[in-house]
């Protein structure tokens, strides 16, 4: 997305999210959109492999060290969503320790079961984030 492709979205008033793949060159993916305005990024997506992508548990520990560089390179200057393999409330702990201020939990929308469970067990947790 183009300078002027952010600056045009940017003047009907809506922030930003910029999903950032899990790349070598992820943070100049950010500084880029960063001089562009952009505050928000959701880190990371699927991890590519052979055979599509990986995501889920499998990715967790490595996007968690991934987050933590982010978050040690840009501090406060970005808003981070982490994402990847978060299923149960001390996933989203983690993943707040490593520096996201907000979390997506996109896999497990495909097992209704496991986000029942952890929609109670957010529910019941007295949850402090940061």
């Known amino acids: 997305m183009s300078e002027d492709e ?8 809506l922030e930003i999210i910029i999903k950032v793949p899990p790349s070598k060159n992820h943070i100049s993916i950010i500084e880029h959109y960063q001089r562009c305005g ?3 990024f959701h880190l990371f997506n699927s991890f ?15 996007y968690l060290r991934l987050v933590k560089r ?3 390179v840009f501090g406060d200057s970005i808003q981070i969503i982490g994402g990847g393999g978060i299923q149960s409330v ?7 320790e490593a520096g996201a201020e907000f979390f997506s939990v996109s896999t497990l929308f495909f097992h209704p079961l496991k986000l029942i469970k952890f929609i109670k067990d957010y529910k019941n947790e007295n949850i402090k984030l940061q």
């Not at 952010?6 to 008033?13: A, N, Q, R, T």
């Not at 001390?90 to 707040?96: K, P, Q, R, V, W």
Request: no cysteine.
């Open 90 to 96: 001390a996933d989203i702990l983690a993943y707040s």
């Open 70 to 72: 982010v978050n040690r």
């Open 6 to 13: 952010i600056s045009e979205l940017k003047s009907l008033e």
């Open 48 to 62: 590519p492999t052979k055979n599509g992508g990986a995501s889920g548990e499998v990715i967790r520990e490595h």
């Open 38 to 40: 952009v505050k928000y």
